[in-house]
């Protein structure tokens, strides 16, 4: 697979999380997935409000620029063919302003980020979240103990989900969850994804360990690999 996320971690920020994963999993019957999105929602509307807002400033431009050329040329103000040039001009700027807007939204993902609101972001984490969730088979391991953990660059969220043992589990339960993520969230803020990832799996191991210890018969169900997703 050849995709820009692929670019964004080296072969030894892969080799850091795994082997976190790996170590972590030597002590519990947990299985941590790691999952790293480039984004979870295609967002075709922010790239369309985007060109919207560039077609707008062009059509702005071309207006304000055109009359001044007629003035110069001493018309006085706009004739016929003056006029039909001018309306040409002027959906010309429009058409290009958004195909320009769309493009560069389309490859800038801040700029993208600006033109959908905070809830919809929200609403495709937490989406795409549950489809990886089943796509990476986290529900079917055998002891019911998949640990997801999900990170989307473009939104900066994390969200953490985990199977029926887990959630079950008094010590472990939504408390676990919500403190995985808000650990990564808040080493996030400060470092790379991959280190944020290994650190916050090493600080969650002793606590899986000692709520779900390894058991004699335990098989790896799933690879300790980090699992990067491009955008949708």
């Given amino acids: 697979m050849n995709n820009r996320i692929d670019d964004q971690f080296s072969s030894t920020q892969r080799q850091a999380v795994e082997e976190a994963v790996r170590r972590a999993e030597e002590t519990t019957a947990c299985e ?19 060109g919207l807002w560039c077609g707008v400033l062009a059509a702005i431009a071309i207006w304000t620029w055109f ?13 016929a063919g003056t006029g039909a040039l001018g309306l ?32 919809q972001q929200h609403e495709e984490v937490a989406r795409r979240a549950r489809e990886v ?34 959630l079950a589990h008094p010590a472990l339960g939504t408390l676990l969850l919500e403190r995985t993520r808000d650990l ?24 899986l360990a000692a709520a779900l210890p390894i058991r004699p018969d335990d098989t790896n169900e799933h690879p300790d690999a980090l699992v990067l997703l491009p955008s949708p």
């Fill in 184 to 207: 990564l969230v808040g080493r996030l803020k400060t470092g790379d994804v991959a280190e944020a990832l290994a650190s916050t799996i090493r600080e969650i191991a002793p606590t």
């Fill in 32 to 50: 941590i997935i790691p999952v790293v999105a480039e984004a979870s929602g295609r967002y075709d509307r922010g790239e369309d409000m985007i």
């Fill in 133 to 166: 969730f089943f796509d990476q088979r986290v529900h079917h391991t055998a002891g019911r103990n998949g640990l997801l953990i999900y990170v989307s660059l473009l939104e900066h969220e994390v969200t953490v989900l985990a199977d029926q043992e887990i």
């Fill in 88 to 119: 040409v001009l002027l959906v010309a700027g429009i058409v290009g302003g958004f195909l320009v807007g769309a493009v560069i939204a389309s490859r800038t993902a801040w700029l993208r980020r600006l033109a959908v609101p905070r809830k």
């Fill in 67 to 79: 009359p001044a050329r007629s003035v110069e040329a001493g018309s006085g103000a706009w004739g």
